[in-house]
């Protein structure tokens, strides 16, 4: 058994042996392989042969060969005397008792001797003292095996360089290569897309190689092929391909076959003609838009699409953009590159996605968008200019009406209704049959004694008009209802002990509770009238919340009235209190079953109002009323205005707080603003870009004229088709604005800025046509109009929404003389705070009063510096002057007071007069914004340093003047200087006066100027004594 035990230790030794040879034989079947491939390759491309059989016999006799050898090597022996000889020689020390050990074959009749045991003994002993597996390293055999892999990557490599070129779909087993081939081959290309040619020569390269291509409709024209550096290939394009056309490449007086480029497009819009047929009611002729993509029209409107395409198309439909699962199918026609929609019924708006499929299963790359823009019939628009809000007339005035009224789609008839003390409304036409988006004016002057009203009593008027709703129907529009309360002869007014900072009580009245509840009742008036007005489109849900809220108002105001009417203090007015409840209890009677459904409330409309007539009646005649500094004109109606230009006139016993109170800063800008600000930045880009595309239009006409060759020619009419690409965009651009002004918040605002862009759409529409057909003259000058009447437009925009500004920089040039104003009045108390020269000042009273005064100071000047912030962020738009000057101003302002605080916070602690708390106080200032040298005045003179806070104040004194002349220069841009301001005020004097003197004849009996000693009017009718 132990000679079988030498044998197991020497086959893992042969194992590794057995693997490490057949590596090599792999190693050498694949290189030989290799080398029989490239041989055969190589001869069959001298020769000039090809076939499609190459490439699979070389594989598939290299896998046979190796099939063979790894059979071959599976079938020999371990050969363990040879692997004995090998260990041998590199082991001396066994000197040959290894292979001596392995011919030891014992048997049956001839058992291993002594000697003979011994020998294989030592050398298996030896087996275990040394690894002979070490005798074939295990690097060698990743080796060999890694280079058998490399051999056959090479192999690869070379069959995939070596491959002989044949054309797919060859059938012959043997054809003969070509000695060029030529990419892309046959192909097909989208039309103005650029051609890329390569020719690769796979035996000797030409010098040279030529491109010859013939479109269908040309002669066969020539271009040269570009050598790429040492590579056999050449190579060129075709910048513009725009038809079908063969090509081939020919060389050394040999050619290549002939190949075709089919020229193919992907369907697309070329243009979309819009008709508009609008409903009946409307009177409007049917309306054509030519090459646009946006609509805007009332609903109801009948659509008619006509588009042109590039190529006729199978389908054609437009796809909603906010539900792809709806779409509006187009007729198209195969023989023509036509589509169109046809009596498409416009209900609700939306953006439309057009999607084009032609015959070979092509889609637009990038779908043209339709904007649909739905209106509806809107109601008249009414407007009463005068008289403003509810006003308090006597018995025995004129009340002159002025006011306006618009519709989109023209007034059957409009005019004012009144109601009197009976409460029935009396209707009076003004006018009739105005004319679509064409505004009218509504004067018309209501004489209060004609109608028999006596004080105290109640006039309430509206304004009214008809016109024609979405149903054909007559429908009649009532604006908001305004009151008259009819004013005693016989007002009393004392003067009140002034409070500082106090306001009066709203609207004018003295703050009773009768005064109130009147108030609040005439708040439930205007809005159960808003309900009614509202009641044909309400929504029941928030109509019945809506009532809810008036019902509950109703209630409050009857509980008010039953507790002010158990303290009368006379039969008198506890009988008409009884009436005031009797008529709040009959509204509230009707206001309920309206919380449950819409229902008219006109009879609730009517003891509403009766109940307030009733409390006018109660009001007191007496008033107390103290001037107050904080009080602002221009706020209310023309009642409060009136009440306090009475008031003015009284003589009061109190001097003028000449001190404001704080005011909020202005409020941001309204939405109307906003809109117009957004359309004259929009005006101002189109005109810029107008004026771009003209000036390049001007260049590529000079170009033309001076154009040589057909190569320049070719250029500048491609120059030319992306100009008239951006024009067409310039006219979508338009078409945009067009619908922005369309929209019904827009429509009776820009009415004219809508007409006026209608006629630039024209223009730019004739410069787009005549640049695609290549006429620049004509391009030019209809861009030329269409850049002058944007410009146009713009400017009277901006004319119309200076005059915005005006009020706004009235009231800050006041504001900036009257800073200045009280700063020199605080300067003067320092100085006499100064002159008393007192090293105590904590108990001093006149110091608290300066310290009082810098603090409305510092609030007033930061309400004027938000206010200048806002306008001229405002004012960049449309006035770029006013803008820039402010923002100069308030820069400059920021600079002189954080440098003039920086000096003198390095004098203090210079000399050694800085505090902590007060630096720390000066720092927070710095920090807040404006007013930094009023603060620092402020703290100064808190800390008893009166030089100090001299030199702070007038440091102050000298940025407010400089803020208040930037103010008044940016002001004078809008308003005019002062002398001018002077002269319209002297032209409303006299205006004034001539309007008292004709007030004064006519209640006299007398004929204006008659007391000068004029003529009397032969008109007037009435004997006339001079003098």
């Known amino acids: ?27 050498a079947c ?24 190459t490439l699979p016999i070389l594989i598939l006799g290299v896998l046979i060969a190796t099939g063979i050898v790894i059979r071959q090597h599976q079938r020999s022996k371990p050969d363990l005397k040879r692997l004995a000889r090998e260990i041998e020689a590199r082991d001396p020390e066994l000197g040959g008792r290894l292979a001596t050990a392995l011919e030891q074959r014992p048997t049956p009749e001839a058992p291993l001797n002594f000697l003979q045991h011994r020998l294989i003994l030592e050398a298996v002993e030896k087996s275990f003292r040394e690894n002979w597996q070490t005798h074939v390293p295990l690097p060698r055999l990743a080796a060999i095996w890694t280079g058998l892999l490399a051999v056959i990557a090479l192999f690869g490599i070379l069959l995939g360089t070596l491959r002989l070129p044949v054309k797919p779909g060859t059938t012959a087993l043997f054809v003969r290569t070509e000695e060029v081939e030529v990419t892309p081959g046959n192909a097909a290309l989208e039309r103005g897309s650029s051609f890329v040619v390569l020719a690769r020569f796979g035996g000797s390269v030409p010098p040279t190689a030529e491109l010859v291509f ?15 550096l040492n590579d056999p290939v050449f190579g060129g394009s075709l910048p513009e391909v725009t038809e079908d056309f063969v090509y081939h490449v020919e060389f050394n007086g040999r050619k290549s076959p002939e190949y075709k480029v089919t020229v193919f497009e992907f369907p697309r819009l070329e243009r979309a003609d819009a008709q508009l047929t609008f409903p009946e009611y409307t009177r409007l002729a049917t309306k054509r838009i030519e090459d646009t993509r946006r609509i805007t029209a009332v609903e109801g409107t009948q659509l008619d699409l006509a588009l042109q395409l590039n190529k006729p198309v199978v389908r054609a439909q437009l796809i909603s953009r906010n539900d792809t699962s709806v779409a509006i199918p187009l007729t198209t026609d195969p023989a023509r590159a036509v589509a169109s929609l046809h009596g498409f019924g416009l209900s609700a708006g939306g953006s439309y996605d057009l999607q084009l499929v032609d015959g070979d299963g092509r889609t637009n790359k990038a779908p043209a968008q339709f904007v649909f823009d739905v209106v509806s019939n809107r109601a008249p628009e009414l407007k009463l200019l005068a008289p403003r809000g509810d006003i308090r007339p006597s018995a025995l005035e004129e009340v002159a009406f002025d006011g306006s009224v618009w519709d989109d789609f023209g007034v059957l008839a409009y005019g004012l209704a009144f109601a009197d003390a009976t409460g029935e409304p009396k ?53 908001d209802m305004f009151f008259a309360e009819v004013r005693p002869f016989d007002e009393i007014f004392r003067e009140g002990q002034s409070g500082e900072g106090g306001q009066p009580p709203p609207g004018g009245q003295d703050g009773s509770p009768t005064s109130k509840l009147a108030e609040l009742q005439k708040q439930i008036i205007n809005a159960t009238w808003k309900l009614e007005r509202q009641r044909p489109l309400a929504k029941k849900a928030q109509h019945a919340k809506d009532v809810v809220v008036v019902t509950e108002s109703q209630s409050q105001a009857l509980d008010q009235a039953k507790e002010l009417g158990d303290g009368a203090a006379d039969p008198r007015a506890e009988m008409m209190w009884s009436g005031v409840i009797k008529e709040m209890e009959r509204a509230l009677a009707q206001l309920v079953p309206a919380t449950n459904t819409i229902v008219s409330l006109s009879t609730a409309l009517t003891a509403e109002t009766a109940a307030y007539r009733a409390l006018l009646k109660l009001r007191e005649r007496e008033f107390q009323v103290t001037r107050n500094r904080g009080q602002q004109s221009g706020g209310g109606g023309a009642g409060e205005q009136q009440r306090q230009r009475q008031l003015e006139q009284l003589d009061f016993a109190q001097n003028e707080n000449r001190y404001e109170t704080q005011r909020d800063a202005q409020a941001a800008q309204t939405p109307e603003r906003r809109e117009e600000l957004q359309v004259l930045s929009r005006l101002q880009e189109l005109a810029r870009r107008q004026e771009d595309l003209n000036e390049r239009l001007k260049e590529l006409q000079a170009s033309l004229q001076a154009a040589d060759t057909e190569k320049e020619r070719e250029e500048i009419r491609r120059q030319l088709k992306r100009l008239q690409e951006e024009q067409q965009q310039m006219l979508a651009d338009a078409d945009e604005l067009r619908q922005r002004l369309e929209r019904p918040e827009n429509q009776s605002r ?25 006429s620049t003259s004509q391009a030019l000058a209809a861009g030329t109009r269409a850049q002058q009447q944007l410009q146009q437009m713009r400017e009277q925009l901006q004319q119309q929404s200076s005059s915005q500004f005006a009020d706004e920089l009235r009231q800050m040039r006041q504001e900036a003389r009257e800073l200045t104003r009280q700063q020199e009045s605080v300067a003067q108390e320092l100085d006499a705070l100064q002159k008393e020269n007192r090293r105590s000042l904590s108990d001093s009273a006149d110091r608290e009063s300066v310290l009082k005064d810098l603090a409305r100071q510092q609030a007033r000047l930061t309400n004027l510096v938000e206010q200048a912030t806002q306008v001229s962020q405002a004012a960049e738009n449309t006035e770029p002057l006013v803008s820039r000057q402010l923002y100069d101003t308030l820069r400059q302002l920021s600079q002189d ?48 340093m ?22 008044e220069r940016a002001a004078e841009s809008v308003l005019g200087d002062d002398t001018q301001a002077l002269e319209r005020a002297q032209q409303e004097l006299n205006a004034l006066a001539d309007q008292l003197e004709r007030e004064m004849a006519e209640a006299t009996g007398q004929t204006p100027g008659s007391a000068q000693g004029e003529q009397p009017n032969s008109q007037s009718g009435q004997a006339q004594t001079p003098g």
């Open 897 to 944: 007071e954080a440098g003039g605080a920086k000096k003198m916070q390095e004098e203090l602690i210079r000399r050694g007069q800085m505090s902590r708390s007060l630096y720390e106080q000066l720092q927070e200032s710095a920090e807040r914004g404006p007013g930094q040298s009023l603060n620092l005045t402020e703290q100064l003179l808190r800390e008893g």
């Open 214 to 228: 013939r479109p269908a409709s040309t002669t066969p024209r020539t271009q040269s092929l570009v050598r790429s």
């Open 946 to 967: 009166l030089p100090q806070a001299d030199a702070a104040e007038e440091q102050a004194r000298q940025s407010l003047a400089r803020l208040q002349r930037g103010v």
């Open 30 to 53: 694949w290189a030989i392989s290799a080398l029989i491939a490239t041989a055969l390759l190589l001869v069959l491309r001298a020769a000039g042969w090809a076939s499609v059989l």
């Open 750 to 774: 820009f009415a004219e800025q809508r007409k006026q862009l209608e006629q630039t759409r024209n223009e730019l529409q004739r410069a787009s046509e005549a640049a695609s057909e290549g």
């Open 427 to 479: 209707f009076i036409e003004l006018g009739k049959d105005v004319p679509a988006q064409e505004k009218r004016s509504l004067p018309h002057t209501l004489r209060l004694e004609e109608l028999g009203v006596a004080p105290d009593d109640l006039v309430s008027w509206f304004v009214w008009a008809d016109d024609l709703g979405p149903d054909g129907q007559v429908r009649r529009t009532r604006g």
């Open 1 to 27: 058994m132990i000679e079988q035990l030498l044998e197991s230790r020497l086959k893992p030794v042969w194992r590794r042996r057995w693997w490490l040879d057949l590596g090599w034989k792999l190693t």
